[in-house]
């Protein structure tokens, strides 16, 4: 017999957020799991809200990584809410392409970059 569970879904800590402008017009995609670290990424089982990811190819959402000095950060995203991750499967997730962004509460080791086209960062 199958062992119940309880999940939530959506959610997550949004004080990255400085406003809700994009949040409603924000694409689902596939997040290509297989490019995300378990220790670094998901240490608890979720891709946290606010992560930045490269959003070129909404079939296949990978990691953000930062462009070379002086160049824009282009196809920057992030995720909007927390996406769980198991077994190393694909999953839907939503991404924010344009809004304002509190840098400081973005997940990881983020620096605002210099230009990212619909983005401005508090």
């Known amino acids: 017999m199958p062992m119940l ?42 891709i946290p809200s606010g992560t930045p990811v490269n959003a070129a190819d909404l079939t296949a959402i990978v990691p953000y990584v930062a462009p070379a000095a002086g160049q824009p950060a282009l196809n920057l995203g992030f995720l909007l809410d927390d996406v769980e991750v198991e077994g190393g499967e694909a999953m839907p997730a939503a991404v924010l392409r344009h809004g304002s962004i509190v840098a400081e509460e973005v997940p990881g080791n983020f620096t605002a970059p210099a230009f990212a086209p619909g983005f401005t960062f508090e």
Do not use: E, I
Not at 7 to 21: I, Q, V
């Open 5 to 46: 569970r309880r999940k939530n879904y959506g959610g997550g800590n949004h004080k990255w957020l400085a406003s809700t402008h994009g949040t409603n017009n924000a694409p689902t995609g596939t997040l290509n799991v297989a490019g995300f670290t378990a220790g670094t990424h998901y240490p608890d089982g979720y």
